[in-house]
């Protein structure tokens, strides 16, 4: 059975940063393409970043040039670096294996003074 470990969330101020992990099991990390998504509340869940099995990655534009997708195949765990961070980006926000309906449980973000 797969199973997605997100951590890493809190609160922090603008312009701070903060490092999620995910972390899984039940699958070879290094076969899959790993996504993170944010879910704002009264907002439909939508994609932040990507990496794919050798490593390309992709950003939504509003994240480009802060956050970094990065993944750790020796530790089965995925990572979304993110930095500048803005009100805005508070969401709670979710790993996913590309192509499978295996999500985590979510990490909370929250961006304020």
């Known amino acids: 059975q797969v199973q997605l470990v997100e951590s890493g969330g809190g609160l922090v101020q603008p312009g701070g940063s903060l490092r999620l992990s995910c972390a899984a099991s039940?699958?070879?990390?290094?076969?899959?393409?790993v996504a993170w998504y944010r879910q704002a509340p009264g907002k439909q869940r939508g994609l932040v970043a990507s990496?794919?099995?050798?490593?390309?990655?992709n950003y939504q534009d509003s994240v480009k040039g802060r956050f970094t997708v990065s993944r750790d195949n020796a530790k089965n765990t995925a990572y979304l670096q993110m930095n500048g961070l803005k009100p805005e980006d508070t969401a709670v926000y979710y790993c996913?294996?590309?192509?499978?309906?295996?999500w985590g449980q979510g990490t909370q973000v929250t961006v304020s003074s």
């Open positions: 996913n294996v590309v192509g499978t309906s295996v």
């Open positions: 990496i794919s099995r050798g490593g390309n990655t």
């Open positions: 039940g699958i070879i990390y290094r076969s899959a393409a």
